[in-house]
C-alpha cells in the first residue's frame, strides 16, 4: 500500500532551534497539507500545496513558520525559532481530487 | 463555512456492546463529500470512509457502519459488537470543497473496556 512518509516520526530541541520536518506524499497526488494537533485545538489547517503551488497557509504563523514544495516528491515545513507552544504533533496528508485524503504517521514534535 | 460537531466527548463501552458516534456537520454546499478517520493510541490517522452527499445509502464494512441523513445534517458511526482494539479517538470531517482542507471535529474517545 502507497503511504505518506513523515521524518522525523519525534523531535525534541530546545527553543530558538530550527525544526524541519520532511513529508513524502503518496506519488500521483497532487495535493499535500499540513495540518496540526493539539488538545486545545484539535486537528487545524497549517497549508496545503496543489501541484506544487502554495494555494492557503493562512494558518501558519507568517513570522517563523515556513512550507515548501522543493519537487513532487518532497514538502518540508520548517520553524524558525521555535517556541514551547509549537509542541504539537505535526501531520502531513496527501490527496487528489475526489479521493480521501491519506495522513502520514505524524511528527511529534516536543520544544523545551 | 463549514463546521463539524461531535458532541459526544468520551464514550466508554463494555467489549460486544453496540455504540453509535455522532456527527453534526454544517456546509452551504449541495454536493459534498464527508468522512471518517481513527486515530489509536499510536497516533496515526486511519481513513475510515468517504461518503458523497448525494449518495444517502447506508453503508456496512463488517461491524462498521455509517447512517446518513441530509435531512437532519448527521453522519453518524456505529460499531457493532466493539471490541478493546476499537479503542481510539474517531473523528468526522468535511472538507471546505472538493479536494480542499479538511474541517474535523473535535473527536469522540472511544474506550472499550475488556
Known amino acids: 500500500d502507497a503511504r505518506v512518509t513523515q521524518t522525523p516520526r519525534h523531535k525534541v530541541t530546545e527553543m530558538g532551534q530550527e525544526v524541519t520536518m520532511r513529508c513524502q506524499p503518496i ?35 507568517k513570522d517563523r513558520f515556513s512550507a515548501e514544495m522543493p519537487d513532487a516528491t518532497l514538502a518540508t515545513l520548517k520553524i524558525q525559532p521555535s517556541e514551547p507552544r509549537d509542541s504539537a504533533v505535526y501531520f502531513c496528508a496527501s490527496g487528489d481530487f475526489g479521493q480521501p485524503q491519506h495522513f502520514g504517521d505524524g511528527t511529534r514534535l516536543s520544544i523545551l | 463555512a463549514q463546521k463539524v460537531t461531535q458532541a459526544q466527548t468520551e464514550i466508554s463501552v463494555v467489549e460486544k456492546e453496540d455504540v453509535t458516534l455522532d456527527c453534526v456537520y454544517e456546509t452551504r454546499d449541495t ?11 499510536s497516533g496515526e490517522l486511519v481513513f ?14 463488517g461491524r462498521y457502519s455509517w447512517n446518513f441523513q441530509k435531512s437532519t445534517s448527521s453522519f453518524n458511526f456505529t460499531i457493532t459488537a466493539s471490541q478493546v482494539v476499537d479503542s481510539a479517538v474517531y473523528f468526522c470531517a468535511l472538507p471546505r470543497s472538493g ?16
Open chain 1, 27 to 61: 506519488l500521483g497526488h497532487n495535493t499535500v497539507f499540513w495540518y496540526r494537533q493539539t488538545m486545545m485545538q484539535g486537528l487545524e489547517l497549517l497549508a496545503y500545496f496543489r501541484n506544487r503551488a502554495p494555494l492557503d497557509d493562512s494558518g501558519m504563523p
Open chain 2, 31 to 41: 454536493t459534498y463529500y464527508l468522512f471518517w478517520y481513527k486515530q489509536p493510541p
Open chain 2, 48 to 61: 475510515l470512509i468517504r461518503r458523497n452527499s448525494f449518495d444517502e445509502q447506508n453503508e456496512i464494512s
Open chain 2, 99 to 114: 479536494n480542499t482542507p479538511l474541517v474535523f471535529g473535535k473527536g469522540t474517545r472511544l474506550s472499550v473496556i475488556a
